[in-house]
């Protein structure tokens, strides 16, 4: 199983971006997918998840912020990010669990500042 995440980049405070990650099977019967996040010299941190049923969980931080979907038919998890602030920098991991096996993206950085 492997996970392409895509769309960091540079945005100025208040500013949105989505990231998506690319998941090479069928994601349809994968209950668990998530969104995590390090920052410069902090551990990894859970941002987001959501279930099969489309149950998702957020963390404080990010609550009413940020949005996370998923479309079965595309094999895509996606992370709409909006009012961002400069707290908000850093690499974003998208991870999904798989026959008892934890899959990680290979990150994708977003940088918050003006």
């Not at 990650?21 to 069928?26: E, R, W």
């Not at 010299?41 to 987001?48: S, Y």
């Not at 149950?55 to 990010?81: E, F, P």
């Not at 991870?95 to 934890?102: A, L």
């Amino acid at each position: 199983v492997q996970l392409q995440a895509s769309g960091g980049g540079l945005v100025q405070p208040g500013g949105s971006l989505r990231l998506s990650c690319l998941v090479s099977i069928n994601i349809s019967s994968i209950n668990f997918m998530g969104w995590y996040r390090q920052a410069p010299g902090k551990q990894r941190e859970l941002v987001a998840t959501i279930t099969i049923g489309g149950i998702t969980n957020y963390a404080d931080s990010v609550k009413g912020r940020y949005t996370i979907s998923r479309d079965n038919l595309k094999s895509t998890m996606y992370l709409q990010m909006s009012s961002l602030k400069p707290e908000d920098t850093a690499v974003y991991y998208c991870r999904t669990n798989w026959n008892s096996r934890v899959y990680w993206g290979q990150g994708t950085l977003v940088t918050v500042s003006s």
